[in-house]
């Protein structure tokens, strides 16, 4: 995080709310908040407000010119650097855009023309029908959004918020141009919009600052938006938009059994919970973390490690502007389970009930909150969003202040009567999504016995009510900054101080992964437990110093390294720093803890099968390489898993937690002077380590052949969409032309590249289409994805083949080559604002022998790639060789 001042507030000519934020760093964001979203839309208007998303991307003068839309919108605002997005929720749609922020006022200049009031091409809308009919078949094949959908609308049967926000298929199918245009109209009106700029707009930059506010006149004041009385942010309109309320309390639970395209169950619960605005909102929150958040959860604790019957078990408070809910979710192995489950779900929350929390869970989640908030500010697209939130739908930019000292005030007592008054039975729903074959399964059997018990819990809590009450009024760049240097011991170290920033983040990493590991998913499964055990403390120790401190510590591998991160706040870098240390050489590897994690492991290896995408990409890896290890997937298989133990992951852990093997890095507001003493301790704990270990890795592998021919795989499941995945070799992190390739993969990809413009906007043949690429340390892989119908298999696989052929043939258009260019740079500016994508960035970077270039040198590398590079990396990687082509669905 950079440093930044109150925020500024004004309205234009049209009335329209400005909030502009000073904010010293090298990106900028600009967001434009419409306060119109799918809960808006009346009966026959289902997705309106998502099609409205997608058609504002269109060029606004389509309709007058007569001419198709050509994406000039995306490919002006990647031309420079910039990323341009949109989302709709239930409560609002919001455009947003992020830049390099020397090229903020071109990018608002592009970005605000569409703005512009229009009326929209036959032809546009034709098209984008197709491609949203794309996204919503994608979703009816995702198990993650069905069981959600389901686990909505059960939760909200009478208000919108239990419909899709994307729509439904019937009604999009019927819709009219000229209906959208009248949702359109009714809605994109000055009463309704927002606009958030964060930047560096302080008074260095006054001329700047004046530029900003004549571009926002230019395309949002009087002269565009009919004006509203200043001051006045709830206008007619909103005042008029009326919703189906929810019933508070229902005569009974309402249970939902979803059959599905899966292998394991999932639960889902849900309990009814007030607006945002409402005084219970704190205690809620509190309780939602002390029973989902994290490894010290309730729930983590009793479902995963003591009774070990789910696989992954958490939840959160989902509270838009309405009326919300309080909701968990389980997953689990086999249907057997579901009983136990739901079992100790309600349980715990008897206990909660019953005896309250501890002092230490209520203090966890207050710093948790605060924390949470610090680190939203870590970019300037995070910045903008939760001042949007703020402002837009709570309507007060001190709300965050104020909540975090009403959180403070939430004592034991209140939580027991917030949790005895919600998780009231008459709340509640539950999705459970389960196998096709398993559709007969007595959901109700196994919820109504458990539900009874928390009946008479909420009833005697009731007859309590004046006891606690009582009880509550008794209470009282390289080029930036960054430093490399190699220690005696061979521990290779960066460092980047930034002192504004009150968070910090240490990130080591060495060799390791797919590609070197002795068994088959023993990186992975290392990843999982490492920060399980250390010395004396076990899993709950560790989870409390760090969910304690608001922190995040986790491993991590891939298909070339392995190490470990830990991102938590700068005041806390003397406990942070030591149990980083004591983790890094001291891991115990808990065989309980292997046991739960390989449980963890083997669960999402079996529910590959469920996720289409995902599937498609694993047979596409396996038919590609043969020899190398990077045709499997990281996480392992179900036959080598069994094999790994504790000792056998401690012997791996040994053979590489070796000075020499290690890349160290340190980003934030800690002093090199801190970072060498504390190096200091670090080094004498791995000397001690090292000196009885043993060597054990796999031999170094050799680059895959080229393929002889050309190989297909496919796996026909009659699900909606296929997914599809085209490619063959790609190149090393070694290679000269990795650059020209990388730039190769953003003239296909974004919004205005090849990919999405040819198949998406001009043929709708999908929703997704994209480039892939990976490089590897031996030849990694390139390739085309595209999820579509049956029906537009051959034309799909044509369609990439022939943008591909005729970009080698005729190489990049000069201003593909300029917005390519920009956008890239753009783009490594946006990822590399927070400490911790810094640490990583540096840490890999050195691991992988790649030569830290400060920001003008890579800008040069960049620039100087040029149209024929493009042309033959093209027909090097994608045209030439024999390509591997698979199909799911």
């Given amino acids: 995080m950079t440093k930044s001042s109150q925020p500024e507030q004004f309205f234009l000519s049209s009335g329209i709310p400005v909030i502009l934020q000073d904010y010293d760093a090298s990106v900028a964001a600009t967001y434009w908040w419409v306060k119109t979203g799918s809960a808006d839309e009346a009966p026959g208007e289902e997705g309106f407000a998502h099609f409205l998303e997608h058609m504002l991307f269109k060029d606004a003068s389509a309709k007058e010119t007569g001419q198709a839309s050509t994406g000039r919108l995306a490919r002006t605002v ?148 009919s004006a509203r009385k200043r001051g006045s942010p709830e206008s007619a309109t909103e005042k008029g938009k009326t919703r189906p309320e929810e019933s508070e309390l229902r005569s009974h639970p309402r249970l939902v059994i979803k059959p599905f395209d899966v292998t394991t169950p999932t639960l ?165 999504l389960l196998p096709k074959d398993q559709k007969n399964f007595d959901f109700k059997a196994i919820v109504v016995p458990a539900i009874a018990k928390l009946s008479s819990d909420v009833q005697e809590s009731g007859r309590s009510e004046k006891k ?73 120790a560790i989870a409390s110093i760090v969910e304690g401190s608001a922190a995040g510590f986790d491993g991590f591998s891939g298909r070339n390294a392995i190490g470990a991160q830990l991102t938590g706040l700068s005041r806390d870098w003397p406990k942070l720093s030591a149990l980083f240390s004591e983790v890094l050489v001291g891991a115990t590897f808990p065989e309980e803890e292997v046991t739960h994690s390989r449980r963890v492991a083997l669960d999402s290896i079996r529910a590959i099968e469920d996720h289409s995408a995902q599937l498609c990409s694993k047979l596409f890896l396996e038919t ?83 393929l002889p021919a050309s190989r297909s795989v496919e796996r026909l499941m009659g699900r909606e969409q296929l997914h599809i995945v085209v490619g063959g070799l790609g190149t090393k992190v070694s290679f000269p032309d990795r650059h020209a390739l990388r730039l190769l993969q953003t003239i296909l990809g974004g919004q205005s590249g090849r990919l999405f413009v040819e198949l998406r906007e001009k043929k709708s043949l999908g929703y997704t289409v994209s480039p892939l690429s990976f490089e590897g340390i031996e030849r990694g892989y390139v390739g085309t994805y595209i999820a579509c119908a049956p029906a537009k298999r051959s034309e799909a696989i044509a369609g990439i083949r022939h943008v591909l052929e005729t970009l080698a043939e005729r190489g990049p258009k000069t201003e593909e080559m300029k917005r390519a260019k920009e956008f890239f740079l753009g783009r490594r500016a946006m990822e590399l604002q927070s400490d911790s994508a810094l640490a990583s960035h540096y840490g890999l970077q050195a691991l992988y022998g790649i030569t830290l270039k400060d920001d003008a040198a890579l800008a040069d590398r960049i620039r100087s790639v040029t149209a024929q590079d493009i042309r033959e990396v093209c027909h090097k990687y994608f045209v030439e060789p024999h390509q591997v082509t698979s199909v799911v669905g």
Avoid at 323 to 337: N, R, S
Wanted: a neutral charge.
């Fill in 78 to 225: 990647e031309s420079l650097g910039g990323d341009i997005n949109a989302y709709t929720s239930f409560d609002q749609t919001v455009y947003h855009v992020t830049c390099a922020e020397h090229h903020w006022e071109k990018i608002f200049d592009a970005f605000g023309a569409m703005a512009k009031p229009q009326k929209f091409l036959r032809q546009d809308f034709e098209r984008e029908r197709e491609v949203i009919l794309e996204e919503l078949r994608k979703n009816e094949d995702s198990p993650d959004r069905q069981l959600f959908q389901a686990l909505f609308s059960a939760t909200f049967s009478k208000h919108p918020y239990g419909r899709p926000v994307i729509g439904f298929e019937k009604i999009l199918k019927k819709a009219k141009v000229d209906r959208l245009e009248k949702f359109y109209r009714r809605n994109y009106v000055a009463q309704q919009m927002g606009l958030i700029l964060v930047g560096p707009v302080g008074p260095s930059h006054g001329p700047r600052r004046k530029t900003l506010v004549r571009l926002l006149e230019k395309y949002f004041g009087s002269s565009v938006f």
């Fill in 468 to 540: 606690i009450k009582a009880k509550l009024k008794e209470k009282p760049n390289l080029g930036s900054g960054a430093e490399f240097f190699v220690r005696p011991s061979g521990l290779r170290v960066i460092h980047r101080e930034r002192g504004s920033s009150p968070v910090m983040s240490m990130h080591v990493a060495a060799l390791g992964g797919v590609r070197l590991e002795p068994i088959w998913g023993s990186s992975h499964l290392m990843s999982l437990t490492w920060t399980k055990g250390a010395g004396e403390k076990n899993a709950r």
């Fill in 624 to 706: 590609l390489f043969d020899q190398h290890p990077y045709g499997k997937f990281t996480t392992g298989s179900l036959d080598t898993l069994p094999e790994i133990n504790s000792e056998k992951l401690r012997t791996f852990h040994r053979s590489w937690v070796r000075p020499e093997k290690l890349v160290l890095s340190v980003v934030g507001s800690v002093s090199r002077a801190q970072v060498e003493a504390w190096l200091g301790e670090l080094e004498e704990k791995l000397f001690a380590s090292v000196a009885s270990s043993d060597f054990l890795l796999r031999e170094l592998p050799k680059d895959e052949s080229k």
């Fill in 268 to 432: 889902t619960v849900s309990f009814r919970v007030p607006a945002l605005d409402h005084s219970d909102i704190p205690a809620l929150d509190l309780i939602s973390g002390i029973l989902s958040a994290g490894e010290l959860s309730r729930f983590y604790q009793r479902l995963f490690y003591k009774d070990s019957i789910v696989t992954d078990v958490s939840g959160g408070l989902y509270v838009p502007r309405d009326p919300g809910m309080l909701y968990f979710q389980a997953e689990m192995t086999d249907l057997e389970k579901a009983k136990p489950v739901f079992e100790a779900i309600t349980e715990e929350i008897r206990r909660l009930i019953q005896d309250g929390p501890t002092s230490e869970e209520l203090d966890r989640m207050v710093v948790n909150a605060e924390s949470e908030r610090l680190y939203a500010t870590q970019t300037a697209d995070g910045l903008a969003s939760r001042l949007g939130f703020l402002k837009f739908i709570l309507g007060d930019l001190e709300y965050d202040r104020h909540y975090l000292e009403e959180l403070k005030r939430v004592d034991g007592a209140r939580v027991q009567q917030i949790a005895a008054k919600y998780f009231d039975p008459r709340r509640m729903s539950s999705v459970l």
